[in-house]
């Protein structure tokens, strides 16, 4: 004979006392109030303490127009990639420590801030336009880092420069070469062209337009060079608008740091208020049942 076993021991309806009771929650947190409220003054604490202790830091911007000669000497990419070498960042601490605008002891950590991602970015569709970004514990010192990276990076493109003007210069004088012999090869041509015929004018009419469309052509290539040693086709590295620097310190976010106290500290104490009782009565029982076993 089979014994039959009733579903409800496999599968146990719960009952209204095994349902958690919000109301009787609510209430035993309130009953924890020194608890939770202890951990959140106790965060608040340590959160103003931070606010106070971490240094400020003020931001820094500049947009930096990359030196060109009718086009630039450097792409933006090829820019930062020189910026963030190891000789650049060091030439500029060094500058910023010779001039007593940063102190000896902060050198290095400058060389490593100034190779952070964050420091150079591109323009999006802006050409040879680069943003420079810096944190820096005072007003003056963020202004002092932008214009001594320009500086430095002023210094570095200027052989470049140099290099595209020198070419420029040979190739307008190439150009003046050209444009001369070929006004006396037509000169000399028309002179001792003489017609036979209508059909023989024709044909040199057609020659002497071919020629003055070639000199009109060289003739405006030769200016296009010309004009491409002038502003503002051709300018040296510089920045766009003056230096801006924040008045207040962007870090730390001191309302931030005390309000993320208050509700760490609170929560922290909330888990110590239920914590604590259910692990006192838990050892509690654990004696009674080892006096019981005895």
Do not use: C
């Amino acid at each position: 004979m089979h014994t039959v076993t009733p579903m409800n021991q496999y599968s146990p309806i719960p009952s209204p006392d095994d349902e958690i009771n919000l109301l009787e929650l609510i209430h035993q947190f309130l009953l924890q109030w020194r608890w939770w409220l202890g951990g959140a003054l106790a965060g608040g604490v340590l959160g103003t303490a931070a606010a106070l202790v971490i240094p400020p830091k003020y931001e820094a911007n500049g947009v930096v127009q990359i030196a060109q000669v009718a086009s630039p000497v450097e792409t933006v990419p090829e820019t930062i990639v020189r910026m963030q070498t190891l000789a650049f960042r060091e030439e500029v601490a060094n500058r910023l420590v010779q001039r007593g605008q940063l102190a000896p002891t902060q050198k290095e950590t400058w060389v490593k801030a100034l190779a952070a991602k964050s420091v150079l970015k591109p323009l999006k569709d802006a050409g040879n336009y680069l943003a420079i970004s810096i944190q820096a514990g005072s007003p003056a010192l963020g202004h002092a880092v932008i214009t001594t990276v320009l500086e430095v990076l002023k210094e570095r493109q200027q052989p470049l420069m140099q290099e595209r003007l020198a070419q420029v210069s040979r190739s307008i004088d190439l150009a003046r070469k050209n444009l001369a012999a070929l006004e006396a090869q037509q000169g000399s041509v028309q002179n001792s062209l003489k017609p036979q015929s209508s059909k023989d004018g024709a044909y040199l009419e057609l020659a002497r337009m071919s020629e003055a469309g070639t000199l009109a052509g060289l003739r405006q290539k030769l200016l296009d060079l010309e004009n491409s040693r002038l502003s503002p086709t051709t300018r040296s590295t510089e920045l766009v608008e003056p230096v801006g620097v924040s008045e207040r310190p962007v870090s730390p976010k001191k309302q931030l740091l005390v309000l993320a106290g208050l509700v760490l500290g609170g929560a922290i104490g909330t888990l110590l208020g239920f914590g604590l009782p259910a692990w006192r009565s838990f050892l509690h029982e654990r004696k009674e049942m080892a006096a019981t076993a005895d």
